[in-house]
């Protein structure tokens, strides 16, 4: 199927407003609770991350041919590795529990995502919440190749 870039209307949840706008999608991925669009923005000249539902149903979803390739997707070829510990302020019995929930193998989890999703995930496990179990202690960025897929 030939690439091409799609005019839809989409309610922003930033701004409030719901624009035409021209996108060129590229994939579609799963944060484990809703399924996103990633596209190229014309308007923001970025990579985005698209809601469908938040497409209106009365956009044109006129069509229109690339004209060339689109910039590299660099979040989305990123690979975030992102290592997890109990929450400092817990306790040790509190941490030695959030280990034994979460499956921790050792002192820390080892999580992997794209960079792209780096904000679904810290959403999802609630990192920098207030009253987490769990925090950060350290990220690692890795550029994805074919190599890195058929190791993972």
Known sequence: MERAALNIRYTSMSTGATDDQWIAPTQFTNDGE???????SFRHKAYRDYL??????????QRRALEGPLPRDEDWLTLARI???PHSELSNDQAEAVRREFGFGGPLLLLETRKAMEFYFDR??????????????????VPITTETVENA
């Open 52 to 61: 469908p539902i938040r497409i209106e149903v009365d956009s044109s979803f």
């Open 83 to 85: 290592w997890l510990r």
């Open 34 to 40: 809703s399924i996103h669009l990633r596209a190229w």
């Open 124 to 141: 999802r496990w609630r990192i920098g919440a207030p009253g987490t179990r769990l925090e950060r202690a350290r990220t690692e960025y």
